[in-house]
């Protein structure tokens, strides 16, 4: 019986552990909607790639920080939960976006987007198939 009891203990801590470690952890799930060349292609030839993005807040993240970067082409940017603060510069000036709202970054200017609590988006790359889709940079603000 002693031996069970340690068992069903061993359970519940486990499940408990399980339940913390998941609601401490935030997570940014990107889900590819389309790409039209995934693994690169000519120099030539345009990419087209759909992305859509769900952050979840945690204790231990509870804000979401794409850190600057800049991309080699236009990106068209959805908001569709939540708000983001875009800040593109220089002459880093910062745009506030909603539901609904689009914000599209220029090619090769650095780039920073903040949310303060779960947010929802699209972002759409269009750019030559064989360039990376974003490159990180300094804080140039």
């Not at 399980?18 to 292609?41: E, F, K, N, R």
């Not at 600057?68 to 745009?95: K, S, Y």
Request: glycine share 8%.
């Amino acid at each position: 019986m002693n031996r069970k009891r340690r068992w069903m203990a061993f359970g519940v801590i486990g499940v408990a552990a399980a339940v913390v470690v998941g609601a401490a952890v935030a997570t940014v799930t990107p889900m590819v909607l389309t790409d039209t060349h995934p693994s690169g292609g000519p120099a030539n030839e345009v990419r087209l790639r759909v992305v859509r993005s769900e952050f979840v807040p945690s204790d231990d993240q509870p804000t979401f920080s794409s850190g600057w970067h800049h991309h080699p082409g236009p990106v068209i940017f959805q908001v569709q939960e939540g708000r983001f603060r875009i800040t593109q510069g220089p002459p880093c000036h910062a745009t506030i976006l909603g539901p609904g709202e689009t914000y599209i970054e220029t090619p090769e200017l650095p780039v920073l987007a903040e949310a303060k609590q779960a947010a929802k988006w699209t972002t759409t790359f269009i750019l030559a198939a064989n360039k990376p889709l974003l490159s990180a940079e300094n804080d140039p603000c």
